[in-house]
């Protein structure tokens, strides 16, 4: 992990090439995290796999958790390794619920990390969120024609029946 | 001379098919597919030109469940996603948690931990190298490797009382000591276990068979298997020594002595050799727990989050107490989100724990390895034949229930 400086220090790097991309750093129980701007994560994500002496070329885990009631609401992880110098740093960037059943949007870093694929459809699958340019975002653990975004924290637990011999018709 | 002239073949029997590319569904339910995994492959003969595994049939929503109980409720639950390494979704988990509070496990619970972790990963790679020989026509194999994996959960059940899914570890340490005598016999299994694995090697190494199924299969490059993200020993078996077991610090590994066996080609041969040298490796670290295993106490003395011990409960007021509101309500969690990774069997065992200030974790997502892995199959099997694809499968080692989760 990067310590507490060395965050700044790479924060003040990439606001030196991308002014505006990192909105805020937590440094929390020893993890290092960069907030990002949910439009241009997609240039953080590149600085820190590209820039030279940084090499965070690693994707080990992309995964969205739900900070309901807190707005906004759905925070993207992207928690990325830097090999040359063992050191983890998230990359968090927090998506609004537009409501009105509309999702909420953001880009796919497919390109960039090809591993992303399967974690960003499941993802879309729990969450719903989109991942704009996704080659193929698809349910992927639940059921094709399943309507819902399950892991929301507003999705009830034991909201779907199970329908056994004797309580199919409590289920019409 | 007419028009109608006569087919010398109507029906098309002697017509060109090998250049045709049939569809063919492989699975769900097929011994090879060591789980509910279902493949969908366009064959053009037996070569395989398109792969597109299709999962999700044993996803029970383990990680919805979790949200819905207090933090030590969830320890069982998470053991039962990849059920072959439960001490190891324990420990991401319970890692999690005590880096959330901040709680220190004392010295002897962590060489417990070590030692446990380790006896899971060779008895992970007992059941990978058992079914996987099976795959490839090795029946024996099967038999030779249960024999040593029931040792193992014989020593399981010596200390935890279960054989799998033992829910031995806790916020804090661990749920109990060792019993007397457990350090004999888990000596014994630790010095017995090399011999073992030469003998396996014996069996495999020089089969005409097994090597030409599995040496130059497969191969993925080693740059290409970073890119999808792949990790454990199908990375290492490519080249990269990429072990979290030393590259970041944690349980007391950085004071153990082993070695991170690595392969060069990258084919399913040097994933055989990697995984086979890995048990070695494992046993040694077993024998290291054992002979440094420090005295003192087996769990923290911190009564906000551990149980007290059972002998104070009818003596101590406070400790009855404690104990309630520990087994009713839980511990509450000041909000904060924390992801641990561990070496898994399988390469990177990660696990995101949400808090929101309640006694019920807000979100715990595991990052497992074998699903994310399972996308590099595609690149193994494809220009290959089937009968490559299963042995590749059988190499990748997904266990489908951490997959689908």
Not at chain 1, 7 to 26: F, H, K, N, Q
Not at chain 1, 120 to 125: G, L, T, V
Not at chain 2, 7 to 15: A, C, R, Y
Not at chain 2, 269 to 290: F, N, P, T
Request: aromatic share 10%; charged share 25%.
């Amino acid at each position: 992990m990067p310590d507490g400086p060395g965050l700044e220090l790479i924060r003040g790097e990439i606001e030196r090439d991308c002014p505006g991309a990192v909105l805020a750093t937590s440094y929390d129980r020893h993890q290092a995290a960069l907030l990002a701007d949910p439009a241009r994560v997609l240039e953080v994500l590149r600085w820190l796999r590209d820039a030279p002496g940084q090499r965070y070329d690693f994707l080990s885990s992309l995964h969205v958790a739900d900070y309901l009631p807190n707005e906004p609401r759905f925070g993207v992880h992207y928690e990325l390794i830097n090999r040359d110098r063992v050191e983890r740093v998230r990359v968090k960037a927090m998506l609004v619920d537009p409501g009105d059943d509309q999702l909420p949007e953001i880009d796919s870093c497919v390109e960039l990390f090809p591993t992303a694929d399967a974690q960003e459809r499941e993802a879309y699958d729990f969450f719903g969120i989109v991942f704009r340019g996704h080659p193929n975002l698809t349910r992927i653990l639940m059921p094709d024609d399943y309507v819902g975004w399950p892991q929301r924290r507003d999705f009830p637990v034991g909201g779907e029946p199970v329908t056994f011999t004797y309580s199919e018709q409590r289920f019409d | 001379m007419t028009d109608a002239a006569v087919s010398t073949d109507p029906l098309g029997l002697n017509e060109d098919r090998t250049k045709e590319v049939m569809t063919v569904n492989v699975g769900p339910h097929h011994p090879a597919t060591h789980g509910v995994l279902r493949l969908v492959v366009d064959l053009e003969g037996e070569i395989v030109r398109e792969l597109r595994p299709v999962i999700g049939y044993v996803h029970t929503g383990i990680e919805k469940s979790c949200e819905d109980k207090s933090y030590w409720k969830v320890i069982p639950f998470v053991e039962r996603m990849d059920y072959v390494s439960f001490f190891f979704q324990m420990e991401a988990y319970c890692g999690a948690v005590e880096r959330l509070i901040d709680l220190e496990i004392p010295p002897r619970a962590k060489y417990l931990r070590t030692l446990f972790l380790e006896l899971n990963r060779i008895h992970s790679h007992l059941v990978w190298l058992g079914t996987t020989a099976l795959d490839l026509g090795a029946i024996s194999m099967l038999w030779y490797c249960f024999r040593e994996r029931d040792k193992i959960l014989d020593l399981f059940e010596m200390a935890t009382g279960q054989r799998m899914h033992t829910r031995y570890f806790q916020v804090g340490g661990v749920i109990e000591d060792i019993p007397l005598g457990f350090e004999r016999k888990c000596r014994a299994f630790a010095e017995e276990m090399p011999v073992r694995v030469g003998q396996y090697q014996d069996l495999l190494d020089r089969n005409e068979v097994f090597l030409s199924r599995t040496k130059g299969t497969g191969i993925v490059s080693r740059e290409r298997l970073l890119e999808l993200g792949v990790t454990g020993p199908l990375l290492r078996a490519a080249g990269e020594p990429w072990d979290l077991r030393k590259a970041f610090d944690y349980l007391v590994y950085p004071e153990l002595d082993f070695k991170i066996p690595v392969g060069t080609v990258g084919d399913n041969y040097d994933r055989y050799r990697v995984r086979v040298a890995e048990m070695v490796e494992s046993s040694k670290i077993v024998l290291q727990c054992l002979d440094a295993l420090p005295e003192g106490p087996f769990i923290a003395d911190d009564r906000k989050y551990v149980l007290p011990p059972r002998s104070e409960l009818s003596t101590s007021m406070e400790s009855l107490i404690h104990h309630f509101k520990l087994v009713t309500e839980g511990y509450r969690v000041e909000p904060g989100e924390v992801y641990y990774a561990i070496e898994g069997p399988r390469g990177e065992l990660g696990c995101y724990v949400l808090a929101d200030g309640s006694a019920k974790p807000a979100r715990v997502h595991f990052r497992d390895p074998s699903f994310v892995n399972l996308q590099a199959f595609r690149d193994m099997a494809l220009d290959g034949y089937v009968a490559d694809m299963i042995a590749s499968l059988g190499m990748l080692d997904p266990i489908l229930g951490g997959v689908d989760r």
